[in-house]
């Protein structure tokens, strides 16, 4: 079987000209693959930590020349050479070689970089399309746990609408207003309706007199809002115009992204731009369950902050049996956190970063776990990316059954949305589509 024969790295620009690590790897078929590390901006504590080249001037202090180095200087010899085929055994030896919990000596910029550029040149040698290989990889670590193989599956896209928080400026308190088309029954017809409904919620915010709808860092509109309800209140309408019945075919799901507003030395939420300062958790949780009531909501991501582990009990008790709730900050895509949310029931979902974490195998580990718990996953891009489509080819190997990327404005965006069109395109007419709220 082919072989690692080289690895390359260096300093990229994402979407918002922040500079970020890429990796080339080399394979001894001559093959190379490409991988660009995303990176977060309402980034949880508990998530791998990114190297940044503090010390320097240039970008700065943004630079990630640090973490280039690492890949060249202190993971490439040890890992040259290795089997191609032996994906666990290499993220094994990173994770090994790094030798902290949270990725903090070599950088999760670093490692994650190799780990996936690893995972497209093995593709590449073999001749096969990433999420093909990605799903074997994933089936062998099914088998391992004695879990049914999954094929590949086309997820539900969990899309953008309306920005906020630390994506638009701190406009609304709340971060992403995100929609998903429920009863569309195939990827590209989601695409579709998603691209109508994006247009429309256009109309609407300029008929009310935002005059400049311009977009937030994930391509979402980021108009200055009176409250998270009037983002509701217009997405829901954008539904009904588009002929769509809310809460059936398409339906809303709120990204709170509370920990960028709580302050953990008074123990409240504090929601600035509304001027709802003192919320205690139980409060949080009534704020919550109240849009719950009133608006087609069927998923919220981090209505409460990354260890307000009591909050999220209680959040699961009152909503969890009727609608998602979605662990980003909470999670960070690490096992033993997701574990602690299955034990004290605290959310039903977790959100998949794959820089949260730092390589293929241990984001692998969160979605077994989530799996057998009976968790639903969304992968998810960060709000800053690039080019890099791997987290479709990821979604779809996984058969995680949701994707969430931005909105359909950007070209970050829409490297994913294409990538998955082609996949789509690839499996055929019959192409199994998620439809986990259908
Ligand atoms: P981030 O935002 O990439 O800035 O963390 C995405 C999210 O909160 O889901
Ligand atoms: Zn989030």
């Known amino acids: 079987m082919a072989t690692l024969m080289g690895l390359k790295a260096r300093q990229v620009l994402d979407s918002r000209g922040r500079p970020t690590v890429e990796v ?40 990630v020349m640090q973490a280039v180095e690492n890949v060249t200087r202190h993971i490439a010899p040890e890992v040259i050479g290795i089997d191609l085929d032996d994906q666990p055994g290499l993220d094994a030896r990173l ?27 093995t593709a590449l040698a073999r001749g096969e399309e990433l999420f093909v290989h990605l799903n074997r990889l994933w089936n062998n670590r099914l088998a391992k746990e004695g879990i049914q193989p999954d094929l590949p599956t086309m997820p539900m896209p969990m899309v953008n609408m309306i920005s906020g928080g630390l994506h638009a400026g701190g406009n609304l308190d709340i971060q992403d207003v995100l929609l998903i088309p429920t009863a569309a029954t195939s990827y590209s ?5 998603i691209v109508r409904l994006y247009r429309v919620v256009g109309t609407i915010l300029r008929k009310a007199g935002h005059e400049s709808v311009l977009v937030g860092d994930e391509g979402g509109y980021g108009p200055r ?45 504090r929601m600035k731009a509304t001027g709802d300062l003192d919320r205690d958790s139980a409060a949080m949780v009534d704020l919550i369950a109240g849009w719950a009531e009133r608006y087609p909501i069927v998923s919220i991501e981090d209505g409460l902050a990354e260890d307000d582990w009591e909050g999220w009990s209680a959040l699961t008790a009152r ?40 390589t293929l195998t241990e984001t692998f580990d969160a979605l077994v776990l989530a799996r057998s718990a009976g968790f639903r996953a969304v992968v ?6 690039t080019e890099d489509a791997t987290i479709a080819d990821l979604a779809v190997a996984t058969a995680a059954g949701q994707i969430k990327i931005g909105s359909v404005a950007r070209s970050e965006r829409l490297a994913k949305y294409n990538r998955l069109l082609r996949i789509e395109e690839a499996l055929g007419p ?8 259908g």
Do not use: W
Not at 430 to 437: E, L
């Open 24 to 63: 080339d790897a080399i394979a001894s078929t001559g093959a190379i693959g490409r991988a660009i590390v995303p990176s977060g901006a309402s980034t949880g504590r508990h998530e791998a930590i990114e190297l940044r080249d503090a010390d320097r001037p240039r970008y700065g202090g943004l630079g």
């Open 95 to 121: 994770i090994a070689l790094d030798g902290t919990p949270n990725k903090s000596r070599l950088g999760a910029n670093a490692v994650l970089g190799v780990s996936l550029a690893v995972a497209h040149a």
């Open 189 to 193: 017809e989601a695409l579709e309706q």
């Open 225 to 269: 809002l009176r409250d998270a309800e009037e983002a509701f209140r217009i997405v829901t309408e954008a539904i009904v115009a588009c002929g769509l019945e809310p809460g059936r075919d398409a339906a809303i799901a709120p990204d709170v992204a509370s920990n960028h507003f709580f302050d953990p030395a008074r123990g409240t939420y």
């Open 319 to 358: 909503l969890g049996g009727r609608m998602q709730l979605v662990g980003d900050d909470l999670f960070t895509t690490q096992e033993a956190r997701i574990r602690r949310g299955i034990e004290q029931k605290a959310g039903n979902a977790v959100l998949i970063k794959v820089n949260q974490v730092g």
């Open 380 to 385: 998810s891009a960060r709000s800053g990316e």
């Open 430 to 437: 019959d192409a199994p589509f998620a439809r986990p709220f």
